[in-house]
């Protein structure tokens, strides 16, 4: 069962890849970055609350001395990583936005290295660097072409300037920080579930002075009932799921390891999204990363001399 393990953050980086489908949706319904957020955040809050009710009731509790954990995952990692993320794909073309962000895994192994003592192994090298090489080409950066569109380059060529690269390493930065701090909350007894809750409950609160709530009302007045199940879906596969897959393999697998899974699987599903929701059509290089960023995801969980095999579950 402990193999099976890596299967969680790469699903996390597919249910994560699906969020443009969302996003773009709301925003031609004229919402802002902020109302996007807040919409997804309070449903996802909302979600969870219900679930943990129905489930067990003991997972709300928390010990007030690790509030602080909740807060800085919730405002530092869940919000830092979506306000920035906002900002470089308003600064830049959509697919360096991406590509910068998938440079998170670099920043978890550094991270987890001290604070885990978990081991920088050529293994992780390699794969780390297979799978930002795939992800490039996956996102256009290497080619000409790529994924027109939300993949793809914008106006025939790059628009680069420091505020946006510095945006996209920032939203990595904290992509990072979220794993670090899930993992000590686990590591202090927390269910994922708790985890996953406190931290998206808390980026929600932050974003409600900047909500436009007439924009949310009248979005779901024009269907309400399509729209209403159109922004639960939202929450649900674009935060709910993500989070809770990516944090529930904090448990067992190595917090490096889960980082490069995710990051692997989000633009390459974003890619496929994009092809079969919007016609974007990828070109040779784009199939080409896809097809490298899955053998760097394969020669990571594959056992090595570096690393034992995982010991029976």
Do not use: Q
């Amino acid at each position: 069962m402990k193999r099976m393990i890596w299967l969680l953050p790469l699903l996390a980086g597919v249910s994560w890849g699906s969020v443009g489908i969302f996003v773009r949706t709301l925003t031609a319904a004229g919402m802002d970055n902020p109302t996007v957020l807040s919409t997804r955040m309070l449903g996802a809050a909302l979600l969870l609350i219900v679930g943990m009710l129905a489930h067990d009731r003991s997972l709300l509790r928390v010990r007030p001395r690790d509030a602080w954990l909740f807060i800085a995952a919730g405002s530092l990692g869940m919000l830092g990583l979506n306000f920035c993320y906002n900002e470089a794909i308003n600064r830049l073309t959509l697919s360096l936005a991406a590509v910068l962000l998938a440079l998170a895994p670099v920043f978890v192994i550094l991270w987890a290295a001290v604070l885990f003592r978990e081991r920088i192994t050529a293994r992780k090298i390699a794969s780390a660097s297979l799978a930002l090489l795939g992800c490039a080409l996956v996102g256009g950066l290497l080619g000409s072409g790529g994924l027109l569109g939300s993949g793809g380059l914008e106006g025939g060529g790059l628009e680069w300037t420091a505020a946006g690269i510095f945006m996209g390493l920032a939203a990595a930065f904290f992509y990072a920080l979220y794993s670090v701090f899930s993992k000590i909350a686990m590591e202090r007894g927390y269910h994922v579930l708790t985890i996953t809750l406190y931290a998206t409950l808390t980026m929600a609160l932050a974003l409600l002075p900047f909500t436009d709530w007439g924009g949310i009302g009248g979005f779901v007045a024009a269907a309400p009932a399509g729209n209403f199940f159109f922004l639960a879906l939202h929450s649900l596969f674009a935060s709910v799921l993500p989070y809770v897959l990516y944090t529930l393999s904090l448990r067992d697998a190595e917090t490096g390891k889960a980082a490069i899974l995710a990051a692997g699987g989000e633009p390459s599903a974003a890619m496929l999204f994009g092809l079969l929701f919007f016609a974007e059509v990828p070109t040779v290089l784009s199939l080409a990363g896809l097809v490298l960023t899955v053998i760097a995801l394969s020669f990571l969980c594959a056992p090595g001399r570096e690393e034992a095999p995982p010991g029976p579950a």
